[in-house]
């Protein structure tokens, strides 16, 4: 079963294949993060070592030294994967082999300062990459019809590719050049507000929510959209209110269901808070009051 399932990674590969009828459906991400994890593992531990560690140092002196190449020379990679293997439809038509190398990135960025320096003074020009691709990617589709994904060739991919690396580069930059402005803040402290603002406290909420909301969200849309296209209504009925019922649904699950026990913030990857949720501590079973 195991080449079966690490043949689904492998370009124009199936998740089902062989009678097998492994599929990870809506999870098909997590699945993939997990076995290029494992995949990778060699390398990172690598990068954590002595010499590993000036290796990449010594990438992000020139990252620093020259951010806009920087940011062309890491998109090439995808590019070309997408190119010669994409699109792919089972995967939002992304090949599925192009996301190692933005997961790949992240462990660098996060590895020196330095990357984030460097990412912080193009973000404009990765903004402006991203706009420019992204506005011929849907000049192109509006040109080519209704199967342009499944039917494009490599320029296609190549732009997408682009379009895909430039808008996550812009992303991080924008994040990089606002913490860094909160790093080099009032040298004088100021005093700690009794309590934290609304917009900050929704943050870490919503911080916490990303994984277990992803995980419940494919179901409930399914539930839903199983009695909503039955209406007699509009398309412009239907999807909105499809939208706002799942969407409302999936945080009642994650609020009431998931986030206040122990075991099923395990299940759901998240991290027990050392802290008791809504000044209530945490519950072991079903019960929560």
């Not at 193009?122 to 209704?146: H, I, K």
């Not at 609304?198 to 009695?227: C, D, K, M, S, T």
């Not at 269901?257 to 759901?268: C, F, G, K, P, W």
């Amino acid at each position: 079963m195991t080449p079966t399932i690490a043949s689904g990674l492998l370009p124009h590969g199936k998740w089902a294949t062989g009678g097998i009828g492994f599929d990870p459906a809506h999870l098909w991400f997590l699945y993939v993060l997990l076995v290029f994890s494992l995949a990778l593992l060699p390398l990172f531990c690598y990068l954590r070592g002595p010499r590993g560690t000036r290796l990449a140092g010594r990438a992000a002196e020139q990252a620093v030294r020259h951010p806009l190449a920087m940011l062309a020379v890491a998109a090439v990679p995808v590019m070309v994967t997408e190119a010669v293997f994409g699109p792919d439809g089972i995967t939002g038509g992304w090949e599925r082999l192009a996301y190692v190398f933005p997961f790949a990135y992240g462990f660098l960025i996060a590895s020196d300062a330095r990357f984030e320096a460097a990412l912080a003074r193009v973000r404009w020009p990765a903004l402006a990459a991203a706009a420019a691709a992204t506005a011929g990617l849907l000049g192109w589709a509006a040109a080519a019809g209704p199967g342009v994904v499944t039917g494009a060739g490599p320029g296609w991919s190549a732009v997408q590719g682009l379009a895909g690396w430039a808008w996550l580069a812009a992303i991080a930059g924008f994040t990089a050049a606002v913490t860094a402005r909160r790093r080099t803040g009032p040298a004088t402290p100021r005093p700690a507000p009794a309590r934290q603002p609304r917009w900050r406290r929704a943050a870490g909420y919503a911080n916490q929510a990303v994984l277990p909301f992803y995980l419940l969200h494919e179901p409930v849309i399914v539930a839903f959209a199983w009695v909503i296209v039955r209406w007699h209504a509009p398309i412009g009925v239907k999807y909105p209110a499809l939208v706002v019922v799942s969407f409302t649904a999936t945080l009642a699950l994650y609020e009431l269901a998931v986030r206040r026990y122990r075991i099923t913030r395990l299940l759901s990857g998240m991290k027990t808070p050392q802290r008791p949720v809504d000044g209530r501590p945490l519950q072991t079973g079903p019960a929560y009051s």
